[in-house]
């Protein structure tokens, strides 16, 4: 299957088709992994093979849904374009929705540009009826979702895949996967924008794979879209507690969204925890703030003078500042090292606790300084070259 | 369940499928037919199997798409009706062409399937699903096509379709379709013309001449095998007879020899005077048997019936193939009466050395002479005196047996010989001509070369 990026897949389809295509790959999200779009490859035409192109008219369709993604062919007619499309729903063969519970297939109306992408979200919801019909096979899972269902924070947000029996062992193995009602809007800007791929919408998702039905073999797993990750600090914070044997998952998900919930309002306090420090070092220091980081907030310098003697301090604070203490840097403005650089001393540990808050951080500080700052310049003397 | 669609209806289908330039429908007509199938083998000893076989006669095609359904494939029974009109009660199931797509019903067709199924009333409706796939560079196209049964279970779905005839007929004899040819036009053609080629019965024509050529041939050699055993039984007669002179000829030699002896020796017990007087009575006796003979050769035809006999026999001879006739005559007519045989060409200078005796030196034709050992080489030279002896002896014999046999007859030899002759059935006469020429070998050895 070759990867065809949206543009070509839209040059190469037939103009008649080529509104619908457009909304489907340009705006198309279905279902609740959004960050993967939906993707169209092999492209084919109904045509005779000496017709002009373009002309293709049928392709393949690739979904995302509940941690699988389903490749679905859609046939139109170029040459009668007004005509609704037909489908082939892949390997699952047993797939048959009902027309009447498609309308926009019934009013199939080929002028609008969306018809096509409603069409499929009705599909989407078909087959997980579908789905659901299949999970009724096993009492326990059928159990797991249908009391996850009826806690609304997590029932509409739900894709379930039952999936085929393996083969070996003839066991029956599901799949749910949860968007977790984590609310990540407060998550300060700036840790959302560093990201190179675009953004999407920001989204966690919780994924239990069941290997068998009586659900003794449960991997949950954690998915988060690149820009939380990489606010919440990298793949660290997707560390999940494991599933509890005989656990359900209407006990499960609960905790695990509390944890995840947790850790984004660390972030959260932890961003206006600094912002409360560096304001609190600006009262203090005043003219001595050479700069400070303004959206993150995550550093700051200061030069300060004692006894006629002037240093640099900088200040790094972590990403779960105030759980995790400040770094000093002190650094001399007349010293050098052997290796041209400023000669420096980090100090991390110095007296400190995360109750404080930032005014108390600042007195507390610069009391330090000045018992430390001796010390340092003793050290940059003896060791540094001017 | 097995399914054949004959070889220009598959290629009516595909013409028309190829042609269109979107997708692309129609129904199948035909019939189903269970065929019973009873095997026998060594464990058992009559099974029986029973399957469905579809034959697919014609096809219907639409004219375009989503012609007797809605978009939401639910089928309108009068638009299916004004497509199918009359044609309705032999659809057996229905087809579709697509293009670049997968082997595998969609999700139109399986409602649309479903629906059919009960509108037609066929339980076991078949889904044709054609598909052509083209190359990149549009070098190579294929044409594919499953056989579905829908409504059977999820795993027993596909069917074969043969199409007689299409393979590797190098290997294979052209079969003749059992798909029959629903076409008016051809079943009209049929009849028009059959009757130039089939007789009332539905048989072929020439199937009958050539039967009744069969039939003859047959009469005829069965004719030829009565005939055949009649003249062995002949021939088998015959050879006993000359089995049986040969002993007697044996049988008066040793005789002859001992007289001789005797003779001898009592005239050498009485006296030597007379030696010569010995021998002439004893040549003499064989002499004026011989003289005996030629006189009375040219007598024969005049006083006895001979002639007609003759005249039948000559008339035999040429009715009969001319090489077998010479030699039935041939046979027969060394006897003296060759020397006024009214002319009868070949036999005549035979009858003639013979008759004239010994001292004649014919050329024999050794050909078409083969009768007699009485011939010998006709040379009249010394050696043969033994064998003229053997010969008259012969004749004597022959006679006396002739005589003796048939009494009843008259008393000349001819008659005898004619009668057998005509005895002689008209297919022996090659049989005894095969034997004879055995006799005239230039060696002279008549006796042992007598046919056996």
């Known amino acids: ?386 | 369940m097995a399914a054949s669609i004959s070889g220009y209806t598959f290629s009516s289908v595909c013409y028309h499928s190829a042609n269109s330039n979107s997708d692309h429908e129609g129904f199948l007509l035909g019939e189903v037919r269970q065929e019973e199938t009873v095997s026998i083998s060594d464990t058992q000893i009559s099974s029986a199997e029973l399957i469905q076989v579809v034959e697919i006669h014609n096809h219907d095609p639409c004219a375009q798409l989503f012609s007797f359904y809605d978009y939401a494939g639910k089928i309108n029974e009068e638009s299916l009706n004004s497509i199918l009109k009359d044609r309705r009660k032999s659809v057996i199931g229905w087809y579709r062409f697509r293009r670049n797509t997968q082997q595998q019903m969609s999700f139109r067709e399986q409602i649309i399937h479903k629906q059919l199924t009960e509108l037609l009333g066929v339980p076991d409706l078949v889904f044709l699903l054609f598909s052509f796939i083209s190359t990149a560079n549009s070098s190579t196209h294929a044409l594919e096509y499953v056989l579905f049964r829908p409504n059977r279970s999820r795993f027993n779905q596909r069917i074969t379709l043969t199409i007689p005839n299409l393979g590797n007929t190098s290997q294979q004899e052209y079969k003749v379709s059992s798909v029959p040819n629903t076409s008016l036009s051809y079943t009209q053609v049929i009849k028009e013309h059959g009757a130039e080629f089939f007789d009332k019965d539905g048989v072929m024509k020439d199937i009958r001449t050539i039967f009744q050529v069969y039939s003859a041939l047959q009469d005829k050699v069965q004719a030829v095998c009565g005939e055949v055993e009649q003249s062995e039984r002949v021939k088998e007669k015959i050879q006993e007879d000359v089995n049986k002179l040969k002993q007697q000829i044996a049988l008066r030699k040793r005789k002859t020899a001992e007289e001789e002896k005797r003779l001898r020796e009592s005239q050498n017990a009485d006296s030597h005077s007379t030696p010569e007087e010995n021998t002439e009575p004893s040549l003499a006796s064989p002499l004026s048997r011989i003289t005996f003979h030629t006189p009375s050769a040219p007598e024969r035809p005049s006083t006895s019936p001979n002639p007609p006999s003759y005249a039948d026999l000559l008339s035999q001879d040429d009715s009969l193939l001319s090489s077998s006739s010479p030699p039935t005559s041939a046979a027969l007519l060394p006897r003296p009466q060759a020397v006024g045989s009214p002319g009868h060409p070949t036999p005549g200078p035979l009858g003639m050395a013979l008759g004239l005796g010994l001292g004649l030196g014919t050329s024999s034709n050794p050909v078409t002479t083969p009768s007699t050992p009485y011939l010998g080489n006709g040379d009249g030279s010394s050696s043969d005196s033994l064998d003229r002896q053997a010969a008259g002896q012969e004749d004597d014999e022959d006679d006396e047996d002739d005589d003796e046999e048939e009494e009843d007859e008259d008393s000349s030899e001819y008659e005898n010989l004619v009668s057998e002759a005509a005895h002689l059935p008209v297919g022996s006469a090659s049989i005894l001509a095969q034997g004879r020429p055995a006799a005239l070998s230039p060696d002279g050895d008549a006796r042992g070369s007598q046919t056996t």
């Open chain 1, 1 to 386: 299957m070759n990867n065809m990026s949206p543009e070509v897949a839209l040059h190469r389809i037939s103009p008649e088709l080529r509104p619908l295509l457009c909304s489907v790959v340009r705006n198309g999200r279905v279902g609740l992994d959004s960050t993967n779009c939906l993707r169209v490859t092999d492209l084919k035409t109904g045509c005779t093979s000496l017709t002009p192109g373009p002309c293709c008219d049928r392709f393949k369709l690739h979904i995302p849904y509940a941690g699988e993604t389903l490749k679905w062919d859609i046939i139109f007619n170029a040459r009668y374009p007004e005509l609704p499309p037909d489908f082939i729903f892949g390997e699952d063969v047993e797939f048959l929705p009902e027309p009447s519970e498609l309308p926009h297939l019934v009013q199939w109306d080929a002028g609008n540009p969306e018809c096509l992408l409603q069409l499929v979200k009705e599909l989407i919801q078909q087959y997980h009826h579908y789905q659901y019909q299949r999970l009724r096979e096993s009492s326990r899972l059928l159990f797991e979702y249908d009391s996850l269902l009826e806690d609304p924070n997590y029932g509409r947000n739900m894709e379930i895949y039952a999936g085929r029996k393996n083969s070996w062992t003839g066991e029956f193995s599901a799949r749910f996967l949860l968007k977790l009602p984590v609310d990540f809007s407060d998550i300060p800007v700036y840790l959302l924008k560093d990201t190179a791929l675009d953004p999407g919408e920001d989204v966690a998702l919780l994924s239990v794979s069941f290997e068998d039905a009586e659900a003794t073999q449960v991997f949950p797993k954690l998915y988060l879209s690149p820009s939380i990750e990489h606010a919440l600090g990298g793949s660290s914070a997707l560390h999940i507690p494991a599933f509890p044997s005989g656990g359900c998952l209407i006990d499960y998900v609960p905790q695990v969204c509390q944890l995840l919930t947790n850790k984004v309002q660390y972030v959260i306090q932890g961003y206006h925890k600094r912002r409360e420090y560096i304001a609190a070092f600006l009262s203090h220091f005043g003219t001595g703030m050479v700069e400070y980081d303004a959206e993150g907030f995550t550093k700051l310098t200061l030069l300060l003078m004692w006894k006629d003697f002037c240093f640099l301090v900088h200040v790094d604070l972590p990403l779960y500042f105030p759980r995790d203490q400040p770094t000093l840097t002190f650094q001399s403005v007349y010293h050098f090292t052997n290796s041209g650089q400023l000669y420096s001393q980090v100090q991390k540990s110095y007296p400190y606790s995360p109750r404080w808050d930032g005014n108390e951080m600042a007195k507390r500080a610069k009391a330090y300084f000045k018992s430390f700052i001796p010390q340092f310049q003793e050290g940059a003397f003896a060791n540094g070259k001017l």
